[in-house]
């Protein structure tokens, strides 16, 4: 049975309670609107990029408490690196919430840090998509997409759709 | 006759079954129910032994098969009381009968300026076709708004039928809020100025007795898989002159009489409306379902889904941080619902894991969440095969979303 106590891990909790980095950056040069129509979830992403440093970011938006502390946790993590960085956490952390590694799979790498209490999620095949929403959107903001993006718009294997 | 609910739920395998290992507790019937075994049964035998096409082979099988689908016909027809077999068409369900509706009726009937008349509870199905139509006619989307409660606002609904107005569409019965609207006042209001009204009953179809000669509705449409029947199949009834005018909806084998490359005459009612090979088991199916419900006394099934709403609701007003949206005093079976610091998504999941079934999100009712200021509710909907032990379950289980949460 999948225990409900990985899903909702005590730090996922209290990032649900209080979200860090939850307003409108005022410097933000980069933004990004992520919505999942299935279940009406809706976030902003605000980036201070200088170079290809994310100087700073913060989310504002509503939804369930896996994609509010996903996009919380996010921001946490994302602050200071570089895109390249945030890149590769990006994928590290879609294999962990598909599948690819972690317990049944193979080990969650290091550099995933608090990240990994994401691990649970890939028990709850109807999560993925609330834990990835930020993520995604995080991605669209990056390229200042100003479509919205939508979790409906992966293919059928999971992966985003390319926008044009 | 008395209601035995343990021989009832015996006639419904599916509820038999574990769900994360706890007993599975179904409280999603308003997105679909579960089929009795005579349901089941007749799906099977049709495949065993009838299937063929129909209206068309010479041959033994589908002689049989064709006498299946037009018994269909006539259960249906029984079923919500209208006068003729041929004013009931077979559709795909609800969302396809309301989509032909607005192209076959709404297009010849839309001009630019003129009005279509929907209300703020309506579910995406009874919307969007509409809007598409509006769209193209340059014709106009009307909305009667809903009160507090999530009542109709009638004082509004008059007021908004206009001479303009080329027909309502509103539904029978809420899928959000459980409440029934007063459609038979709705429809007089409508008929004094010559206007059609189309009801959708994928809701009300079953939890209420539906009598469409007696409603006086023009149209009246519903799922079979809502009404303990097969997916894929649904209904819509339409007054026989008002379907006799309208254009066929989509063009192929079965609605023509006579088809050259120059001219193409079609056939009469009902098959007009049905191109190509129909759902043909799915109908009867649907016939079997009706024929299910025959046996237990529809009276009885409502008076158990009354006293469990009642039941549920008191229970759940109990509970600290619950808000129910819907509290109209005409309602059934339906209870939407939010937890305060919750939301609904994280509520059904952990409903999951007790075994407990509903549905969260916007129930494809987005103007009504908004209406609301809710992105989303949680749901709870009762078929007559629910017990009052499974509302315990719920609540028990619902107490531990707060543990949780807290
Ligand atoms: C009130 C209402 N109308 C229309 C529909 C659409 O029915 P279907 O998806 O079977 O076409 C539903 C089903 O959810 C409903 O509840």
Redesign the interface.
């Known amino acids: 049975?999948?225990d409900?106590k990985d899903?909702?891990q005590e730090v996922i909790?209290d990032h649900n309670?209080r979200p860090r980095n939850f307003c409108k950056l005022q410097q933000a040069n980069h933004h990004a609107e992520g919505y999942n129509p299935?279940?009406?979830?809706?976030i902003d992403i605000y980036l201070q990029m200088e170079g290809d440093l994310i100087k700073d970011i913060s989310f504002e938006g509503?939804?369930?408490?896996?994609s509010?502390a996903s996009a919380s946790l996010m921001t946490d993590t994302l602050k200071g690196k570089t895109r390249e960085k945030a890149e590769t956490l990006f994928d590290g952390f879609h294999q962990m919430v598909t599948g690819g590694t972690g317990p049944a799979g193979k080990e969650i790498p290091q550099e995933m840090g608090k990240l990994a209490v994401f691990s649970g999620v890939r028990e709850?095949p109807?999560?993925v998509k609330?834990a990835s929403l930020a993520w995604h959107t995080f991605h669209a903001a990056l390229e200042n997409r100003h479509e919205a993006v939508s979790t409906e718009e992966e293919d059928l294997n999971g992966k985003p759709a390319q926008q044009s | 006759m008395k209601f035995d609910i343990v021989k009832i739920r015996e006639e419904f395998p599916i509820l038999r079954q574990k769900a994360h290992g706890k007993p599975l507790v179904y409280l999603d019937n308003a997105a679909t129910s579960h089929k009795p075994r005579a349901v089941l049964k007749t799906l099977e035998q049709f495949y065993t032994e009838d299937n063929a096409n129909i209206h068309r082979g010479v041959h033994i099988l589908s002689e049989r098969a064709t006498e299946a689908y037009e018994a269909a016909r006539a259960k249906v027809q029984h079923f919500i009381h209208a006068n003729r077999p041929d004013e009931i068409i077979f559709t795909r369900g609800t969302t396809e009968a309301i989509n032909l509706v607005a192209q076959s009726y709404g297009r010849p009937n839309l001009n630019a300026g003129d009005e279509v008349l929907i209300t703020e509870m309506e579910h995406h199905s009874n919307i969007v076709p509409w809007q598409m139509i509006c769209e193209e006619r340059g014709a106009l989307l009307k909305v009667v708004p809903v009160n507090d409660a999530g009542e109709l606002r009638l004082d509004q609904f008059e007021k908004l039928l206009s001479s303009k107005t080329r027909i309502v569409a509103v539904t029978h019965m809420s899928n959000v809020l459980g409440t029934i609207n007063p459609v038979k006042e709705i429809i007089q209001k409508a008929h004094q100025k010559n206007i059609p009204v189309l009801l959708d009953g994928a809701q009300a179809i079953a939890h209420l007795a539906v009598n469409v000669e007696e409603l006086d509705c023009d149209f009246y449409v519903f799922s079979a898989h809502k009404l303990y029947g097969p997916t894929g199949v649904g209904v819509l009834y339409g007054k026989r002159a008002l379907l006799e005018a309208m254009p066929p909806y989509q063009g192929g084998g079965d609605m023509i009489r006579s088809v050259t490359f120059e001219k193409t005459t079609y056939n009469q009612l009902p098959y007009k409306f049905e191109a190509g090979t129909p759902n043909i088991a799915g109908a009867i199916g649907l016939g079997a379902a009706i024929d299910y419900l025959r046996t237990i006394d529809f009276e009885k099934a409502a008076h158990h889904e009354r006293e469990l709403l009642a039941y549920a609701t008191e229970t759940l007003q109990s509970i600290p941080g619950v808000r129910i949206i819907g509290t109209a005093k005409n309602k059934a079976s339906v209870i939407s619902f939010s937890l305060e610091g919750v939301h609904p998504h994280d509520i059904g999941t952990i409903l999951d894991q007790e075994g407990v079934a509903i549905r969260t999100g916007h129930h494809c009712a987005q103007p009504l969440m908004k209406r609301f200021g809710v992105p989303a509710t949680a749901r709870i909907s009762l078929a007559f095969y629910n017990t009052r032990e499974e509302i315990d379950i719920f609540i028990r289980s619902l107490k531990k979303v707060k543990e949780v949460f807290k």
């Open positions: 049975m999948n409900l899903l909702y909790l309670k299935l279940c009406g979830d809706h509503s939804g369930c408490a896996i509010k709850f109807a999560r609330c």
